[in-house]
């Protein structure tokens, strides 16, 4: 959207678009810094087992994660790759690199 609007000239537009995905990214960023804080009540809920594999990987790599223990990391990668008690294929393949994020 943005090239478009640089193509056809349309500096309203464009600025409007920056202005979103600025505002996407900071979201983002606030909600990570949230999950972060507050590690071991966001495994708990339903909600972590519906993120995608590259959020959880980006939270299991901060620095900055609130966990007192390795095995809290490894319970919430174990009930995110079997969020019904049973392993889901396409998220085991995720298993290895959140693995190696565990301190």
């Known amino acids: 959207m943005i090239v478009l609007s640089q193509q056809l000239e349309m500096p309203q537009v464009e600025k409007w678009a920056v202005g979103i995905m600025t505002a996407s990214v900071k979201l983002r960023d606030a909600c990570l810094d949230y999950m ?6 966001t495994v708990a809920r339903n909600f972590f087992i519906q993120l995608p594999a590259d959020t959880v990987l980006s939270l299991l ?4 994660l609130q966990v007192d223990s390795e095995e809290t990391v ?5 009930r995110w790759v079997s969020p019904l008690g049973k ?3 396409t998220r085991f393949r995720h298993a290895e690199a959140m693995m190696k994020q565990v301190q």
Do not use: R, Y
């Open 36 to 41: 972060k804080a507050t590690f071991e009540a």
């Open 61 to 64: 790599e901060a620095d900055d």
């Open 74 to 78: 490894l319970k919430a990668i174990g």
């Open 87 to 89: 392993v889901d294929e």
